[in-house]
Structures are given as structure tokens and as C-alpha cells.
């Protein structure tokens, strides 16, 4: 598969194969494998997978999850400067991976950019004043401060104003 040919969907429940996904990492294989489609159908979260257009396949490439949330008031005080008067609108990324077979291609970022361009289309209908990550490791905290994520105080909860996503995406637009 290639950045070309790979296409991030909506979760289909048995549209594809779930159980066979590995990106190195239990937990998140697990979710995919055994959680998502609850999440799906409470409505606690969406998630989204990576696929290749070209190739009939049921495989899954890479997955992402968002859901609704809010920070308090610490924590948007840290983000905003200034401590606001009631707790704050948030989105979380709850999880990003991509199967071990397809890592270091590019398609971690497709998958960050996709789930960042969401968020702020879901921010212009309910509201958001963020997008968090609590990074599973160094090297995830690594690739999302590489995208201008900042940390909160000592934790490997990282943000971005949703106002700079905004202004990324139209940027991004105008090319």
C-alpha cells in the first residue's frame, strides 16, 4: 500500500478485519479488536481506519479514535494562559496506531492530519477549544510534539488549540 492508495474510512462493523490488526503494541490491538464496535454503538467514540483503495482487502492498515470530553480548569488555565471560570470543551484523540507492517511510511501523519481536520469540523458544530493525546510512550509524545502538540505539566498529556489546527488546515487548503 501507498500514500496514494491508502483511504481512512468510518468503522463498519464486519465490513473488515479487525481481529488480524498489530501495531506492536497489546492494548491497542486489543481496543481495535474487541472494543471499538461497543464504543461505535454506545456513541462514545468514532473511529476511523486506514484501508488501500486499490486492493479488495479486508485488512486494516492503521485506525485512529475520537471522542468528546472537557479539561478543568487547571488544565485549561495551562493551555489558555488564563484561568477560565468554568471547565473547557475539549476533543481527545484516544488512540492512533498503524500495523507494524506499514510503520515509518508517512501513514502515522495521514492518520494525525485526517483525525486533526475532524476535530475542527466537530469543533465548528458542538464546540471545542482542543485537541488532547495522552501519549502511550516517549517516542509517541515525540511524534505528536513534532506536529506543534505541547505538554501539560509534567504527564504525557499533550494539546493543540483547535485554532491552530483551524489555521493549519486552511493553510493547507489554499496550496
Known amino acids: 500500500m501507498s500514500l496514494t492508495s ?20 497489546h492494548d491497542l490491538d486489543v481496543w481495535l479488536s474487541t472494543y471499538a464496535g461497543q464504543s461505535e454503538r454506545r456513541y462514545e467514540s468514532r473511529t476511523y481506519i486506514l484501508v488501500d483503495d486499490v486492493v479488495e482487502s479486508r485488512e486494516v492498515h492503521g485506525y485512529f479514535a475520537l471522542q468528546n470530553c472537557q479539561i478543568d480548569i487547571q488544565q485549561a488555565s495551562e493551555v489558555r494562559g488564563r484561568a477560565p471560570r468554568y471547565p473547557m470543551a475539549a476533543t481527545l484523540l484516544t488512540r492512533l496506531a498503524v500495523s507494524c507492517d506499514m510503520q515509518g511510511k508517512g501513514f502515522g501523519e495521514l492518520l494525525l492530519v485526517e483525525a486533526m481536520t475532524i476535530s475542527v ?11 488532547l493525546v495522552d501519549a502511550l510512550d516517549e517516542n509517541a509524545q515525540r511524534f505528536y510534539e513534532r506536529y506543534g ?3 501539560f505539566c509534567e504527564s504525557r498529556r499533550l494539546f493543540l488549540p483547535m485554532k491552530t489546527i483551524f489555521q493549519s488546515v486552511n493553510e493547507a487548503r489554499k496550496k
Do not use: M, N, Q
Open 6 to 25: 491508502a483511504r481512512i474510512v468510518p468503522y463498519r462493523a464486519k465490513a473488515y478485519d479487525y481481529r488480524s490488526f498489530s501495531c506492536g503494541s
Open 121 to 131: 469540523r466537530a469543533a465548528h458544530l458542538t464546540g471545542s477549544f482542543v485537541l
Open 149 to 151: 502538540f505541547e505538554r
